[in-house]
């Protein structure tokens, strides 16, 4: 198993620009997550799924959507991106609502 | 909205020994987790510990919800235990938002 792995590792954006991050889960989880990490801060928790089909709204949803049209994917898109969210995303996925595995992280830089 | 305070912010460490590091939340919740977060960046639950106590090789966790604090001891440390340790909660079973603290930041000196 892969377990949760994502797509890049690492990207440098302009402001403005768009992009999409990918998560993908090989243990047939319900509930996949987005997080972001600022440095000396702990997640932050952006858009959440309970199931394929589903999203609903974190703690910093504004300037993201994403969609998981596929149970082991979940998708994190930035339409304008702006230096704000320069930032370590993390994906998770659960089981549960507890004892999320994560991802390796992506990191961000938006210029 | 609730508050996730950890102590101490940052500790060091001799190799063998122990620590206890503590996670103080404003309200009453419904769900804990301790995260382990290694020098490379990658995450790792620890426990999922609402109430109680549990114990995983060297790592053991409290949490006194009636209280508002969880404690999680490290004995006998090792480097490899160097990182950042999160606790996050759930205020209410099933919205799936964990709030994390700001961390306690460990080295572990050989």
């Known amino acids: 198993n892969a377990g949760v792995t994502q797509t890049p590792k690492f990207r440098v954006l302009k402001t403005g620009q768009s992009m999409t991050l990918l998560c993908a889960q090989d243990m047939n989880h319900e509930y996949m997550y987005w997080y972001r990490q600022d440095p000396g801060m702990g997640l932050r928790l952006i858009h959440y799924s309970v199931g394929e089909g589903t999203t609903a709204k974190g703690e910093v949803p504004d300037g993201y959507n994403v969609s998981r049209l596929k149970k082991q994917n979940f998708l994190l898109g930035l339409e304008s991106a702006a230096p704000s969210q320069t930032s370590v995303y993390f994906c998770a996925s659960s089981l549960s609502d507890y004892y999320q595995y994560f991802g390796p992280g992506t990191r961000l830089l938006v210029l | 909205g609730i508050q996730v305070e950890q102590s101490p912010p940052d500790l060091i460490l001799q190799e063998g020994a122990n620590s206890t590091l503590r996670c103080n939340f404003s309200d009453s919740v419904n769900n804990l987790q301790w995260f382990h977060q290694n020098p490379w960046g990658q995450l790792i639950n620890l426990f999922y510990?609402?109430?109680g106590t549990k114990q995983n090789g060297r790592l053991s966790a409290t949490t006194v919800a009636t209280e508002r604090y969880s404690l999680l001891y490290i004995s006998s440390s090792q480097t490899t235990d160097s990182g950042v340790y999160f606790c996050a909660v759930e205020r209410t079973s099933g919205t799936y938002k964990y709030i994390f603290g700001t961390g306690t930041r460990l080295k572990v000196l050989a």
């Open positions: 510990i609402p109430s």
